[in-house]
């Protein structure tokens, strides 16, 4: 129960964090790569050694090198989406991707589903648009982007948590959480620091006090929102496709009620209603797992 807990906690504190980020307007990249360094040497130190030979020669190697890959390029796409198609668009299909990790947990490893798991994916999704929809002037750029941008954010981000749930299945990864976690972010960062030396100035103010608090705060979430929620699969507490549906739709809660205590966000009625689907949501998972 305790590693659902802390799987749940660094889903919600990936959110606190990006939003500081934000409104303190620290520099974005400049956190990302700190983050991705943080998990990595996080990863690198609960495992307890850099057993290069023994990563290369593991047969997840190459899904961590893909979902390494994967993770910055969606980043990438993120921020790309939210200026050509706006950040409501791109916050409802990022959030939407909760979907494709429950759904491909339950068609790849035959998960019996009952009347109430399928009610309760209907209202994850219900909520989903609900807790981030708000009315938005912002304008799109071209009919194009505004259709294949979300519909790509949506996939990789799918495709990121099903590649975990995979590797973790096939692999048997649970012994070699924190390598595997430190291996990926370590390809992330690689990524990263290769795409701000192309890209110029990027990286400018690297050494700012912001950069860096901001960026190890970030890393130490998302390294738990991967060695976690690995964790948490060996528990056996709950379903692997109700795991992902409750922490995601936790944290789709609680960044509701964050933001509007501590950051003074308004609330529309639809965002109220889409909270309370979200508490509906998670007792419902919790109830179809007992």
């Given at each position: ?41 996080l ?40 200026s ?14 909760l ?125 738990g ?26 944290t ?24 309370i ?14």
């Amino acid at each position: 129960m305790v590693w659902i807990i802390l799987c749940a906690i660094s889903y919600i504190g990936i959110f606190v964090i990006f939003k500081l980020i934000d409104v303190k307007n620290a520099p974005l990249l400049n956190c990302i790569v700190v983050n991705y360094l943080t998990a990595t040497v996080l990863g690198f130190a609960i495992f307890g050694s850099l057993p290069v030979a023994h990563i290369v020669e593991a047969n997840w190697f190459p899904i961590g090198i893909l979902l390494g890959f994967l993770f910055i390029i969606t980043f990438l796409l993120v921020g790309i989406s939210s200026s050509k198609t706006g950040i409501v668009i791109t916050t409802v299909a990022s959030k939407m991707s909760l979907v494709v990790p429950m759904l491909f947990y339950i068609i790849m490893y035959n998960e019996p589903v009952s009347a109430v798991k399928i009610a309760a994916i209907l209202l994850a999704v219900a909520s989903v648009i609900l807790c981030t929809y708000k009315p938005s002037k912002e304008k799109t750029k071209g009919d194009i982007w505004k259709f294949l941008l979300p519909a790509i954010i949506f996939v990789a981000m799918g495709a990121n948590d099903s590649l975990v749930i995979y590797s973790r299945e096939r692999f048997g990864i649970s012994d070699d959480a924190a390598l595997f976690t430190a291996t990926l972010f370590g390809i992330s960062l690689l990524c990263g620091i290769l795409y701000s030396i192309v890209k110029k100035g990027t990286l400018r103010n690297f050494l700012t006090f912001k950069a860096w608090l901001f960026g190890i705060l970030l890393g130490s979430f998302n390294f738990g929102s991967i060695y976690f929620v690995i964790k948490s699969m060996e528990t056996n507490l709950i379903s692997t496709s109700s795991l992902y549906g409750i922490c995601n739709t936790s944290t789709i809660l609680l960044s509701i009620i964050i933001g509007g205590i501590f950051f003074k966000e308004k609330l529309t009625k639809l965002n109220i209603v889409g909270g309370i689907c979200a508490i509906a949501t998670i007792l419902l998972m919790a109830y179809s797992s007992i």
